[in-house]
C-alpha cells in the first residue's frame, strides 16, 4: 500500500514538474495515469488483504461499505471542490494538495500495524517452490474452487460491460455536448452510490451474500441497458 500512494504522489509531482516548466503534454498525462493505474491497482489488492486481517469477519460487508462510501463521496464531493478551488489556485495548487493527501496517506500507514498471517508448512517452504509455480497459484486455487472461479468470471464480466457503457459519451451526444448536464449526472450516480454505501453500512447486508450481489448486479445492468436501448433509438 505504502509503494501504491508513494507512486500516485510522486505522479503527482511529476505533473507539478511538467507544469511549472511549461513541458506538460498530452501523452505525458497518458503515461503518468498508466503508471499510476497499475499501482493503484496492487494498492487495491494490497488494501483488501489488510482489512481481512485487520477486521473481524462479521464486518467485512460494513468495511467494504465505507470503502465505497469513500469511493462515491469522492465523486461527490471532489469535483465541486476543485472547481471551487482552481480559479483561486490553478492547476498547480491542486496538484500540491493533491501530493500532501498523499503524504498523509504514506504517514498512516508508517504508523498503522497491521498484522502478518501466520504461514503455514507449505508456505515456509515457498522459497523451494518453482517462480512459476507461485505465478499459477491463484488459478490453480480458483479451479479447486469453482463455485469462487464463477464469482470471479460473474465479476469480471460485469467489470467489463459497465465500462464498455460509455456513459460520458452517450450523455454528451444527447445533451449537444451539454457538460454542465454531465457533471450532474455523475453527481447524481456518485450521491446514488453514497446513499446506498451508507445504508448497507447501516443494514449489514443480507445473511446470504451471493444473493444481494446478483439483486444489485441486476438492477445496475438493467438501467444500462435502458441507457443503451434509448441511445440506439435515438441515433439509430
Known sequence: MILGDAIAGLS?????ILLLSNNLAIWHLYLISAIAGLFGYIQRLALSTSQALIVPQQYYVRIRALGSIQ???SGVFA???AGFLYPFVGLAGILILDVI???IAV???MVVH???PAYQDEMQQATQVRSWQQLTFGFRYLLQHPSLAVLQLFTLSFIFFDNATLLEPVVLARTNNNTAILGSVSSALGLGGLVGAIALGIWGGPLRRIRGVLWGRGIIFSFEM???LAAAR???
Not at 503527482?12 to 507539478?16: D, G, Q, R
Open 114 to 116: 497491521i498484522p502478518q
Open 71 to 73: 469511493g462515491f463521496g
Open 234 to 236: 435515438q441515433f439509430g
Open 79 to 81: 469535483p465541486a471542490l
Open 107 to 109: 504517514a498512516t500507514l
Open 12 to 16: 503527482s509531482i511529476a505533473i507539478l
Open 101 to 103: 493527501t498523499f503524504i
Open 226 to 228: 435502458l441507457l443503451g
